[in-house]
T-cell receptor
């Protein structure tokens, strides 16, 4: 069964450092997303990506964040200068048009 | 701005009984609704969905009911099994708006033997 894969599973970084979270979406899907879940809180939308551009982003997704689809399979989330409050589980997801999104296992980002 | 709410943070049910998880939404423009199940340290797993043009969708032990006038949906699990113990999130989509999911806060379901 096709699945969304994310690497790394856990990333520890120092405050102010740049991190790149990587995702391989399901191959025939058209929409790609990043969500995050701060411990004990709900899953929050960050950004959606379609046709090689951002289709929607939340207020959380400020200038410190960027997304890229560098080739035909990978989808990355970059945080330029991490802050303590960026510590969270980050989930990548993908979907067909107007269908349910399938999530990866997540990357636990810890900023120290 | 909580557009999707799950007012019960937890629910405990005996094995074999029915579990009913509830969800309310405020944005009448939402037109597609989903339920996800989540185990700790894992990503959400899709369970079942319903379009706003329907009022019921069934898949095995899982049934989702939608009451548009009340802006309310519920997930019924019958019979409940210990493996169903997880956090359940409802989510809503406004199609044409990038297909982003707006999640509720989740309900921790515990199915006891």
């Amino acid at each position: 069964e096709p699945e969304v894969t994310q690497t790394p599973s856990h990333q520890v970084t120092q405050m102010g450092q740049e991190v790149i979270l990587r995702c391989v979406p399901i191959s025939n899907h058209l929409y790609f997303y990043w969500y995050r879940q701060i411990l004990g809180q709900k899953v929050e939308f960050l950004v959606s990506f379609y046709n090689n551009e951002i289709s929607e982003k939340s207020e959380i997704f400020d200038d410190q964040f960027s997304v890229e689809r560098p080739d035909g399979s990978n989808f990355t989330l970059k945080i330029r200068s991490t802050k303590l409050e960026d510590s969270a589980m980050y989930f990548c997801a993908s979907s067909d048009v107007y269908r349910e999104a399938f999530f990866g296992q997540g990357t636990r980002l810890t900023v120290v | 701005d909580q557009q999707v709410k799950q007012n019960s943070p937890s629910l405990s049910v005996q094995e074999g009984r029915i579990s009913i998880l509830n969800c309310d939404y405020t944005n009448s423009m939402f037109d597609y609704f989903l339920w996800y199940k989540k185990y700790p340290a894992e990503g959400p797993t899709f369970l079942i969905s319903i379009s706003s043009i329907k009022d019921k969708n069934e898949d095995g032990r899982f049934t989702v009911f939608l009451n548009k006038s009340a802006k309310h949906l519920s997930l019924h699990i019958v019979p409940s099994q210990p493996g169903d113990s997880a956090v359940y999130f409802c989510a809503a989509i406004l199609t044409g708006g990038g297909n982003k999911l707006t999640f509720g806060t989740g309900t921790q379901l515990k199915v006891e033997l």
